[in-house]
């Protein structure tokens, strides 16, 4: 799967039932693309989560995860 979004990356959040960072989260096994970006934004965030990266992010400006 590859995510391609102009100025946009993915956030998510947990909810207010999680008992732990490991309810929720990203598994990238393919390519996440974003293009647009500003210094300070992710391609890739998660506020109580996990990230787990098999695949590619690349931003052009910003942070990738």
């Given at each position: 799967?590859?995510?391609?979004?102009?100025?946009?990356?993915?956030?998510?959040?947990s909810?207010?039932?999680?008992?732990?960072?490991?309810?929720?989260?990203?598994?990238?096994?393919?390519?996440?693309?974003?293009?647009?970006?500003?210094?300070?934004?992710?391609?890739?965030?998660?506020?109580?989560g996990?990230?787990?990266?098999?695949?590619?992010?690349?931003?052009?400006?910003?942070?990738?995860?």
């Amino acid at each position: 799967m590859s995510i391609f979004s102009a100025g946009k990356g993915l956030g998510m959040a947990s909810s207010t039932t999680a008992a732990s960072n490991a309810d929720s989260g990203y598994d990238n096994q393919g390519t996440v693309e974003i293009t647009g970006g500003a210094a300070n934004k992710a391609a890739m965030n998660v506020s109580y989560g996990t990230i787990t990266n098999n695949g590619t992010v690349t931003v052009d400006d910003g942070v990738g995860i």
